[in-house]
């Protein structure tokens, strides 16, 4: 028990010690953050909807592509980040309108007229946050620290791992967390400033 207690130890001491000589291989990551190509879908559903009211779905997409940076140490390989390929932003919008309006028709135009608010809304989130995104994704970028591997084979899942430490970095979280806060804020504004003229008067 005590032999078998002991190994554990010194393996445990000699994986610390691997790990600290990839100190020495980390680099400071290249950050590009891209903004997806969008589309917009107009659907009328065959539920009911709210007659004065269409509906915006926004798909938010963040993906991360990371280049690994891989150095041959003795005993195993050093796995370290060298630089991050992000896309993050609004893919596609669902607009949804009730089918009691005709396509093309008056109503029809002024509500969809009020959810390209919407979009235009979601857009300009990501265009005001680009500055802040790229520096929480290079700061957490930044933060994330080579990883001792001692068989090649272990590289793969080294990779995902160095992936899966730069989204849970606490900037990253954070980011998007203003993102979503952002997002609330300017859709309940466009709502606030419709006074849905436009619409009345396709009623009169």
């Known amino acids: 028990m005590y032999k078998k207690f002991l190994f554990i130890l010194l393996s445990g ?16 990551p290249k950050i590009v ?12 559903p065959l539920s009911p909807m709210d007659l004065l009211h269409g509906n915006v779905i926004a798909t938010m997409v963040d993906n991360y ?42 109503s029809y135009n002024a ?7 919407h979009i235009r809304a979601y857009l ?13 994704v290079y700061s957490a970028a930044d933060a994330v620290m080579p990883i001792f591997v001692p068989l090649q084979s272990d590289i ?8 899966e430490k730069l989204q849970q970095h606490p900037d990253v979280v954070l980011i998007k967390q203003k993102i979503k806060a952002a997002e609330e804020i300017r859709n309940k504004r466009v709502d606030e400033y419709n006074n849905s003229d436009m619409l009345k008067k396709c009623f009169e």
């Open 33 to 44: 953050i891209d903004s997806p190509d969008w589309t917009k879908e107009v659907v009328q």
């Open 65 to 106: 592509d990371i280049i690994a940076d891989i150095t041959p140490i003795e005993d195993g390989f050093c796995v370290g980040l060298k630089s991050v390929n992000a896309t993050i932003g609004y893919s596609d919008f669902l607009v949804q309108i009730d089918i009691r309006h005709v396509p093309d028709s008056c």
């Open 111 to 117: 509500i969809l007229s009020h959810e390209d608010q």
């Open 13 to 28: 001491v000699i994986s610390a010690a691997r790990a600290d000589d990839c100190i020495d291989y980390k680099l400071t």
């Open 124 to 136: 300009s989130v990501i265009d005001d946050f680009k500055a802040d995104l790229n520096q929480s």
């Open 156 to 163: 793969p899942a080294a990779v995902d791992k160095l992936n």
